[in-house]
């Protein structure tokens, strides 16, 4: 019981926070954008559509990290093999 009452809390304040985003794109006091991105994130834990999409995006995210890593890496090795050729 404890746990519908806190998802049925979950959905609506991420509802609300998508429409307060919504209104947000034509209003520039409020960061519309955020907003929705937040409103999303809350629903993702209660929606499976939008849980997957979290998920998906979440190892995009990190597939892209690790290339920037092992780009700037290589590009340390590389300098530094540059160095020791001086």
């Keep these: 019981m404890k746990q519908l009452a806190f998802a049925t809390l979950r959905i609506a304040a991420g509802a609300i926070l998508v429409v307060v985003g919504i209104i947000g794109l034509a209003l520039p006091v409020i960061p519309g954008t955020l907003l929705i991105a937040m409103g999303l994130g809350v629903l993702s834990v209660d929606v499976p559509p939008l849980k997957r999409l979290r998920i998906r995006l979440a190892d995009y995210l990190r597939a892209k990290r690790e290339a920037a890593r092992k780009r700037r890496d290589g590009d340390a090795q590389d300098r530094?093999?540059?160095?020791?050729?001086r």
């Design 80 to 85: 530094r093999e540059q160095e020791e050729q």
